[in-house]
C-alpha cells in the first residue's frame, strides 16, 4: 500500500524553525522526484521546494527561498523539509508528494504528482 506520511509540524513563533518529515512506504523513492507543497487557508496549494531524480537539483518557490531546505533520503525512504525564520505568512497545511517525472520538478504541476501526504499543519503566530 502507497503512503506518504508528513510529521513535524505545529505551532511556532515567528522567527523560529521546524523540521517537516515525509515517510514513504509502499514503493521506493529511487527515481521519483520528490516535492512539499502548502495549502494556507482560503488559497489555492502552493509548491515550496522539490528536488528532481535526474540530476538532484533542488528548487525553491520565491516565497521561501534563503529561508527553506530540502532534502531527501533516499535509503531510508524520506524527505524533509528544513524550515527556518518562519513568518506568519507561513501558516499553511504542508503536503509531500512524490511521482516519476523525466524532466525538471519544478516544470510539472500539482496535479502531476500522483502520490501525496494528508497534510501537517504548521502555524507561525506569537
Known amino acids: 500500500q502507497v503512503q506518504l506520511l508528513e510529521s513535524g509540524g505545529g505551532l511556532v513563533q515567528p522567527g523560529e524553525s521546524l523540521r517537516l518529515s515525509c515517510e514513504v512506504s509502499?514503493?521506493?523513492?529511487?527515481?521519483?522526484?520528490v516535492a512539499w507543497y502548502r495549502q494556507a487557508p482560503g488559497k489555492g496549494r502552493e509548491r515550496v521546494s522539490c528536488?528532481?531524480?535526474?540530476?538532484?537539483?533542488?528548487n525553491y518557490g520565491d516565497a521561501v527561498k534563503g529561508r527553506f531546505a530540502m532534502s531527501r533520503d533516499d535509503a531510508k525512504n524520506m524527505m524533509y523539509l528544513q524550515m527556518n525564520s518562519l513568518r506568519p505568512e507561513d501558516t499553511a497545511i504542508y503536503y509531500c508528494?512524490?511521482?516519476?517525472?523525466?524532466?525538471?520538478?519544478?516544470?510539472?504541476?500539482?496535479?502531476?504528482?500522483?502520490?501525496w501526504g494528508q497534510g501537517t499543519q504548521v502555524t507561525v503566530s506569537s
Open positions: 509502499g514503493f521506493s523513492l529511487l527515481g521519483y522526484a
Open positions: 528536488i528532481s531524480s535526474h540530476d538532484g537539483s533542488t
Open positions: 508528494a512524490a511521482e516519476r517525472l523525466a524532466l525538471s520538478c519544478w516544470l510539472y504541476a500539482a496535479h502531476e504528482f500522483g502520490n
